[in-house]
Nanobody, 118 residues
């Protein structure tokens, strides 16, 4: 199973970007889906998570600006990012917990770079 993230790029402050992440093959069961980011010189941090029941959690720094959603039929998770700030600049990674081998196994995407210019 591979996760393919896309949608990153360069945008001016105040602009918007939409990220998507799709699993490479049909998955019977996916638990949590999420987006994480890592800025230069910083640790990877959680940005947003959406659970199988649709409930969501957001980092305080993105609340009200970012929206996470999922399409289970397409094995895809999305992140709509509005009102972007220079401090949102980072490599964004998607993660899915997939039921395999009798347990939930975390899979990560390859990362997509988001650059917000001031």
């Amino acid at each position: 199973v591979q996760l393919q993230a896309s949608g990153g790029g360069l945008v001016q402050a105040g602009g918007s970007l939409s990220l998507s992440c799709v699993a490479s093959r049909s998955i019977f069961s996916i638990n949590d889906m999420g987006w994480y980011r890592q800025a230069p010189g910083k640790q990877r941090e959680s940005v947003a998570v959406i659970r199988s029941d649709g409930s969501t959690n957001y980092a305080d720094s993105v609340k009200g600006r970012f929206t996470i959603s999922r399409d289970n039929a397409k094995n895809t998770v999305y992140l709509q990012m509005n009102s972007l700030k220079p401090e949102d600049t980072a490599v964004y990674y998607c993660k899915m917990e997939i039921w395999r081998f009798g347990t939930w196994v975390p899979y990560w995407g390859q990362g997509t770079l988001v650059t917000v210019s001031s």
